[in-house]
């Protein structure tokens, strides 16, 4: 067992009859394909595949029962047809009805790199890119491409960004763009559309202009003429994604222009093929005060200035993707400008391809967060898919943890943050935990190593624990590296992940420092961002600011985020901040062991081979978790200088230790303190 086949694990099918209309296409041809040989109903079954137009069913949604799939789209009819397929498979009743997309759009954004590199990548290099005979399409390439986009499709994922944000002008190159139309190809049986990430100053870069200042003539013609040979090999190319002005990247404010005049040009140059452009919030420079209030100060000044096939696309939180943030101010603050959520499914900060991390409760946290923008339940998404406000087009992001690894994601259980991020941009209100046991079942289920297990057996020794393991596994990571609202206080010396609230080498930015983030000084800890202080609070809606600013309403997981507060002061639980923090860092300790207990015993359950990886990244994750409370604990007791109380572990490293081992070259592991 290799974990290749990700949810979709092969199954014996009954026979099945298709009707299908009579449409020479490929859509319904692979819809077609998978009933067969997937079918788990009635044997003999006859199934209808119904294109129709229907006013109830939008976007690509479907209208589904025990055998029939209705459909506006051939996409619908696919995804209505996996919808079918699943419930069958994990034995969901089929309740006849309609299931709609909450967005439009729904899309991986690659961050890899034309030299097969990835960026905050975890799961090996590149599917779509490599070093060596970068250009050259072989059948491998081919198949692995039609793994993914099946992949894709099966969880309603409708589009892919194959490069990274931080983009390399080359991928508009002639021989670029071959590689790009032969990856389409591979995508578009299974209604997967190809998007680019595009530099700036590509103009000038590949061009040879003087220029890439979004008003000049000549540029404006140099992307008209690029989008057209893009057009002519991807006739359903679905846009571009612009990081521009933005940690060193180039942009329009290069040409004192603003980001709506970039993105409006590139979005009139995209209009005639129906194209979109989305265009990042994700803007911060070293000058301002307070990082997180950057975005807002930009953006908001620019609402309705952008054309409606833009789209602002906004990380969930107002930093930069840390293990807890509160949401993103911009969310339901743009009124006149489609805006999509962007989250990070590759798990950069929240433990690599090493930690157990299941995502799906922190994107849910986000998306239902209330912005009161509009009244109370103007939750993040409901601004964002086009219920609260008018937007022409509605999407929603998520950066993706996909390499060249034969598991694709390197953690057996960084497949359900793929699987998760689809079901959620399908449908957001989904709840985290129904979507993790129908990804156990589909992942694990009918697994080899056990087919003595009785169903009933199966679901109480390790579909409920584990699925409480994954559900748990979120805040784990934030109690032993950022509880209480503490961000972004992770080492940078070894690509984010570890601990480092002392780090930040001579001449750093200041901004990319952890000492920025946690103030912590003897006079206490936190970032002011109250109304005396950065007033960053000011940037949501009441009630919210008002609840953000006290620190007596203000909840205890945002309190460091928005307050810097004495080591003495008193919590809602009656305990000192310190005291609480120490409890906190312990906890996530205490349940990684946890976590380690309940996977032994779903030994039985799982195969040998996804076992043993996931209990060996348990128990380093185990002893990472460790050196995170001792390292953040040892830190701030220098300021607090309180004693760590007695129902946490003591330290087992020490400061000095921990220090070094973050110091590159990185010296062997610490030993423990007798
Ligand atoms: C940061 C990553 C960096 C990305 C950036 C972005 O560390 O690699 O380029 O986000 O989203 O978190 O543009």
Redesign the pocket.
């Known amino acids: 067992e290799d974990g290749h086949q990700l949810w979709l694990r092969p199954h014996a099918a009954t026979p099945v009859t298709v009707v299908a209309p009579a449409k020479n296409s490929v859509l319904l041809a692979t819809a077609r394909q998978e009933l067969q040989q997937g079918w788990q109903g009635r044997a003999g079954a006859t199934v209808t595949l119904a294109l129709k137009k229907d006013k109830a069913i939008r976007y690509d949604g479907f209208r589904l029962s025990t055998q029939s799939v209705q459909a506006n789209t051939e996409r619908g009819i696919l995804y209505g047809v996996y919808e079918l397929l699943r419930r069958q498979q994990t034995g969901q009743a089929l309740a006849d009805g309609i299931s709609n997309p909450s967005y439009e759009h729904r899309l991986l954004n690659h ?1 890899d790199n034309p030299d097969g590199s990835v ?2 990548g975890y799961a090996g290099q590149s599917i779509f890119w490599r070093k060596d005979s970068a250009l050259v399409v072989t059948k491998r390439d081919q198949k692995l491409w039609q793994e993914y986009a099946r992949a894709n499709a099966s969880i309603g994922i409708n589009g892919s960004v194959l490069n ?3 983009a390399s002008p080359l991928i508009l190159s002639a021989e670029y763009l071959g590689r790009v139309k032969a990856i389409a190809d591979a995508l578009r049986p299974y209604g997967v559309k190809t998007y680019l990430s595009v530099k700036f100053s590509s103009p000038v870069l590949l061009g040879g202009l003087k220029t890439a200042d979004p008003l000049d003539p000549a540029v404006i013609k140099w992307w008209q003429s690029k989008a057209k040979e893009i057009y002519q090999q991807v006739p359903d190319f679905g846009g571009f994604l612009v ?1 521009a002005s ?2 060193g ?1 180039p942009g329009p404010q290069d040409y004192g222009r603003t980001h709506a005049d970039g993105a409006n040009m590139l979005a009139d140059v995209v209009r005639p093929y129906g194209g979109l452009v989305m265009w ?1 919030a ?1 803007v911060y420079s070293p000058s301002d005060k307070d990082r997180a209030k950057q975005a807002y100060n930009e953006f908001v000044p620019l609402d309705g200035k952008f054309r409606d096939n833009v789209i602002v696309q906004v ?1 969930n939180g107002p930093v ?2 840390q293990p807890r943030e509160p949401f993103s101010p911009l969310f339901g603050a743009l009124k006149k400008t489609a805006v999509m959520p ?1 989250f ?1 499914i590759t798990q ?2 929240l433990g690599h391809e090493i930690d157990l991390a299941y995502l799906a409760p922190m994107w849910e946290e986000c998306l239902q967060s209330d912005t009161y923008q509009a009244g109370p339940g103007s939750t993040v998404a409901r601004c964002t898919d086009g219920s609260v406000y008018r937007q022409a087009h509605s999407a929603m992001a998520g ?1 993706s943890n996909v390499g060249l690894d034969t598991n694709w994601t390197g953690h057996d259980f960084a497949q359900a943050n793929w699987y998760a991020f689809g079901r959620l941009a399908w449908n957001s209100s989904t709840k985290s935990a129904q979507i993790a046991e129908e990804w156990l079942k589909l992942t694990f289920q009918n697994a080899a190593a056990q087919p003595a297990a009785s169903a009933a057996d199966w679901n109480a020794k390790f579909l409920t624990p584990v699925t409480q393991l994954m559900l748990a596994s979120r805040e784990a990571i934030v109690d032993y590296s950022m509880p209480m609202g503490l961000h972004h206080i992770m080492s940078a010396t070894h690509g ?1 992940y570890g601990p480092g609230p002392w780090w930040g080498p001579p001449g750093m930015r200041a901004d990319w420092t952890p000492p920025y983030y946690h103030q912590a000084a003897a006079n206490g800890v936190g970032f002011d961002r109250t109304k005396t202080g950065s007033d960053a609070v000011s940037q949501y809606h009441e009630p919210l600011a008002s609840q953000f600013n006290d620190p007596a309403t203000c909840p205890d997981q945002y309190l460091l985020w928005f307050h810097h507060l004495p080591w003495d002061f008193k919590m809602k639980s009656g305990r000192t901040l310190w005291d609480e923090l120490a409890l906190h860092y312990d906890r996530g300790v205490q349940q990684v062991r946890q976590f380690q207990r309940t996977w032994d015993q779903a030994q039985p359950y799982v195969d040998a081979e996804r076992f043993g990886a996931v209990q060996n990244k348990l128990r380093t994750q185990s002893g990472n978790a460790v050196m995170w409370k001792d390292a953040c604990l040892l830190y701030f007791q220098q300021f607090s200088r309180m004693p760590i109380p007695a129902a946490v572990e003591p330290p087992m490293h020490t400061l000095e230790a921990l220090i070094i081992y973050d110091t590159p070259p990185r010296p062997p592991r610490p030993a423990r303190q007798p």
């Open positions: 961050w960026e905050r990274n944000v931080n990081k933005s940690e990247q990042r994700f990380k930069d993707f962007e990070q950069e900060y950066v984010h």
